[in-house]
């Protein structure tokens, strides 16, 4: 594909809960015709994002054992189940 005559367009979405316009994937058509995308990544730091914390557990032989990630001050917990020295299973995300 050609970009060499392309046009970038650039679309926003707007975010109803936040009420901001945010950026959706940029497109280009090139010379041929064809619409290919582009993804845009804001920084992690970014009002788009939700920039979340976390806190790790660890228990008595060093090993991990839980997370507990809070966004907008709703904290989510991860279990991490050990067998010896091998971690065999990760939780899925539950609200505290």
Same mark, same amino acid.
């Given at each position: 594909?050609?970009? +060499?005559?392309? $046009?970038? %367009?650039?679309?926003?979405?707007?975010? %109803? %809960?936040? $009420? $901001?316009?945010?950026?959706?994937?940029?497109? !280009?058509?090139?010379?041929?015709?064809?619409?290919? &995308?582009e993804v845009y990544e804001t920084p992690p730091t970014d009002d788009s994002k939700n920039n979340p914390s976390y806190v790790l557990s660890y228990d008595?032989?060093?090993?991990?054992?839980?997370?507990?990630?809070?966004?907008?001050? &709703? =904290?989510?917990? !991860?279990?991490?189940?050990? =067998?010896?020295?091998?971690? &065999? +299973?990760?939780?899925?995300? =539950? +609200?505290?």
């Amino acid at each position: 594909m050609s970009y +060499e005559n392309s $046009k970038p %367009v650039q679309i926003l979405a707007f975010d %109803v %809960v936040n $009420k $901001k316009w945010i950026p959706m994937p940029r497109f !280009r058509v090139g010379s041929d015709g064809v619409l290919d &995308t582009e993804v845009y990544e804001t920084p992690p730091t970014d009002d788009s994002k939700n920039n979340p914390s976390y806190v790790l557990s660890y228990d008595g032989d060093n090993q991990l054992t839980g997370i507990a990630m809070t966004i907008s001050g &709703t =904290t989510y917990n !991860r279990t991490i189940t050990w =067998t010896g020295n091998v971690a &065999t +299973e990760v939780s899925v995300w =539950t +609200e505290a």
